[in-house]
T-cell receptor, first 112, second 115 residues
Framework: GQQLNQSPQSMFIQEGEDVSMNCTSS?????WLWYKQDPGEGPVLLIA?????ELTSNGRLTAQFGITRKDSFLNISASIPSDVGIYFC????????????FGKGTLLTVNP | NAGVTQTPKFQVLKTGQSMTLQCAQD?????MYWYRQDPGMGLRLIYY???????DKGEVPNGYNVSRLNKREFSLRLESAAPSQTSVYFC??????????????FGDGTRLSIL
């Protein structure tokens, strides 16, 4: 099946630093989604990307849909302690409008 | 705004017992999903229901059954629980957009332990 390679697996940064994480695949995706999961809760949608090359921001978060449609990245600027959590990328391919493929997540820890 | 509500939040079962996990959404979404999340594995799709009256297998359907009771509710049943089914289960829902692109909205999960 399709796979998303998400990196890094974990990050430990100081408050105020910028963060970058990405997802890559050998398959083409038509939609890229970025979710954040806090402990004990379900994933919450951060950003949705629908077109190759699209760059979208949500506050301090910026995500891009790669031109090749095989990758996406998420940047967080000026990190704060509440940014702690697991960040997941997910993609929808042309083969299915319903089956999201998830990356394995990036665990972000922010040191105050 | 409840969104996606899952019950129960926690459950412990013995091997061989059966159980139904409940999910309801109040966003009038057509599509609903069940995932399991295991450490280091991300989320894996068990079953989904594209619309009321339809269900389809996902990536890991073995050992599970589902029922789309109505547009709001989608349940997941374990007929004979096994320790390998110890996991956190998430329900999600979504609405079709142009060209089928659709962000999924998740509940807070059911933490299931099977002894």
């Amino acid at each position: 099946g399709q796979q998303l390679n998400q990196s890094p697996q974990s990050m430990f940064i100081q408050e105020g630093e910028d963060v970058s994480m990405n997802c890559t695949s050998s398959s083409i995706f038509n939609t890229w989604l970025w979710y954040k999961q806090d402990p004990g809760e379900g994933p919450v949608l951060l950003i949705a990307l629908y077109k190759a090359g699209e760059l979208t921001s949500n506050g301090r978060l910026t995500a891009q849909f790669g031109i090749t449609r095989k990758d996406s990245f998420l940047n967080i600027s000026a990190s704060i302690p509440s940014d702690v959590g697991i960040y997941f990328c997910a993609g929808l391919s042309g083969g299915s409008n319903y089956k999201l493929t998830f990356g394995k997540g990036t665990l972000l820890t922010v040191n105050p | 705004n409840a969104g996606v509500t899952q019950t129960p939040k926690f459950q412990v079962l013995k091997t061989g017992q059966s159980m139904t996990l409940q999910c309801a959404q109040d966003m009038n979404h057509n599509s609903m999903y069940w995932y399991r999340q295991d450490p280091g594995m991300g989320l894996r799709l068990i079953y989904y229901s594209a619309s009321e009256g339809t269900t389809d297998k996902g990536e890991v359907p073995n050992g599970y059954n589902v029922s789309r009771l109505n547009k709001r509710e989608f349940s997941l049943r374990l007929e004979s629980a096994a320790p390998s089914q110890t996991s956190v289960y998430f329900c999600a829902s979504s609405e079709a957009r142009d060209r089928g692109h659709q962000p999924q909205h998740f509940g807070d999960g059911t933490r299931l332990s099977i002894l």
